[in-house]
């Protein structure tokens, strides 16, 4: 059984910083794409970035481009997000995937190119 477990969210002021973490139990991720995506309340699920499965590119949302950087370490089955300069409208429970498919049909900004999905973990920033 394949289980995503994200850490590191918390309550944090407009230009800090948080480092999500996705630990993957259950099979290996190293030749799977890896994702973070987003949702606040009242609001759909919203990519937010990723990266492909050789780990040659990553690709991000507009709204976080050159603040946020998603990463892996294949060695510990894991994903992070590293988020600087935090906006209140970063607000969101943010949530790991993993994406089995192969690269053509995988679409980085599409949930349904994910195939296991984590239970969220919160951010919350403050003006």
């Known amino acids: 059984q394949v289980q995503l477990r994200e850490s590191g969210g918390g309550l944090v002021q407009t230009g800090g910083s948080l480092r999500l973490s996705c630990a993957i139990s259950g099979r290996t991720i190293s030749n799977s794409a890896v994702g973070w995506f987003r949702q606040a309340p009242g609001q759909e699920r919203e990519f937010v970035a990723a990266?492909?499965?050789?780990?040659?590119?990553?690709y991000y949302s507009d709204f976080v481009k050159g603040r946020f950087t998603i990463s892996r370490d294949n060695a510990k089955n894991m994903e992070f997000l590293q988020m600087n300069s935090l906006k209140p409208e970063d607000t969101a429970a943010y949530y790991c995937?993993?994406?089995?498919?192969?690269?053509?049909?995988?679409?980085?900004?599409?949930?349904?190119?994910?195939?296991?999905w984590g239970q969220g973990t919160q951010v919350t920033v403050s003006s």
């Open positions: 990266i492909r499965r050789n780990g040659a590119s990553t």
């Open positions: 995937a993993v994406g089995l498919r192969g690269d053509s049909f995988w679409y980085p900004k599409t949930s349904a190119s994910y195939d296991y």
